[in-house]
């Protein structure tokens, strides 16, 4: 199954967080949010990614089947954002050490190889 | 089919460059096709155009491409004196006699597509791409190994590459001129002749 829909990235983040139980720590909105916030990091650092929409970054409200519009290769970068930007949330399950390395490993995936 | 060519030239960097995006390599690739051609003169067009002794100016409209520069005018063989300042706007120094047809040669380069369209190629002759692959290739991966901050970057292969490129650029040049004529013209002035002092 491609990895390339909104909620396959939701629940992608939701298992790296051990977020999987209901009621969920975080709300979907909270992970849309980090998605988001991916795509506005990778259109600073890799601006040849949005070439297709005239530079246009793409946004996305719902927890649903829409597809995410990035390059297949860069998908993995995007989902450790979003699990980064969710351990920033300051909460006693919360280590900062841990956000600091997805995030970390999201600018590193966009700008290296051997990452 | 061209389409197949480009593919082919894709392919070759995608498998040379990890990380690298289609779209940017469809974006390069116009740029270095547009440098290739323009520097080279071997995509030409000869065109038929009917003049009249009223009239010094004509536009040349090739069916692909856009015209850069004017290589020959020639009426029934003899050679015409014209410009073209503005591509693609034949000007005549002098009028004509009588009504006749001249055969205007010009050197075209490829038009740019509409911006952030990614799915179509440029439109250009077959031959041009299947004959100078190789030398499109180099152009391209210098290009995409010379942008800042990727996973591809690297100075010394884009430079090597660039080098590559535009030897491959002064071949096609030298064939294009010699009409791809094998050994069309082997006399030179001899090495020394451009420093030797009487």
């Known amino acids: ?115 | 089919m061209i389409e197949d060519q480009f593919e082919h030239i894709l392919t070759t960097v995608r498998v040379r460059i990890p990380g690298v995006s289609d779209d940017a390599m469809k974006l390069e690739l116009i740029n270095v096709l547009d440098e290739f051609l323009q520097d080279s003169n071997v995509w030409r067009h000869e065109k038929p155009i009917p003049v009249t002794p009223e009239k010094l100016t004509y536009s040349i409209v090739p069916p692909l491409g856009h015209p850069i520069r004017l290589l020959n005018v020639t009426s029934e063989g003899r050679h015409v004196v014209a410009t073209m300042e503005e591509p693609g706007v034949l000007v005549l120094t002098q009028p004509v006699e009588e009504p006749t047809e001249l055969l205007c040669e010009v050197a075209l380069t490829v038009e740019l597509p509409p911006v952030g369209s990614c799915d179509t190629y440029p439109d250009c002759d077959n031959w041009v791409i299947e004959k100078y692959k190789g030398v499109l290739v180099d152009g391209l991966l210098a290009r995409m190994m010379s942008q800042l901050a990727k996973p591809y970057t690297s100075e010394r292969h884009a430079i090597y590459h660039f080098r590559r490129f535009r030897n491959g650029i002064a071949k096609a040049r030298v064939e294009a001129s010699h009409k791809n004529l094998f050994g069309a013209q082997t006399w030179r002035y001899p090495q020394t002749f451009a420093t030797r002092r009487k």
């Open chain 1, 1 to 115: 199954m491609a990895f390339n829909t909104v909620n396959q990235f939701v629940e992608s983040a939701r298992r790296l967080v051990q977020d999987t139980v209901e009621p969920y720590r975080y709300s979907d909105e909270e992970y849309i949010e980090g998605l988001n916030l991916a795509l506005l990091e990778a259109r600073r650092i890799r601006p040849d990614l949005f070439i297709r929409n005239n530079g246009d970054i793409p946004y996305y409200t719902d927890n649903d089947g829409t597809e995410v519009d990035i390059d297949p290769q860069y998908r993995v970068a995007v989902l450790y954002f979003i699990v980064g930007h969710i351990h920033l949330r300051d909460e006693e399950d919360t280590q900062d050490a841990r956000a600091s390395v997805f995030l970390n490993k999201f600018v590193a995936k966009m700008q290296t190889v051997m990452s």
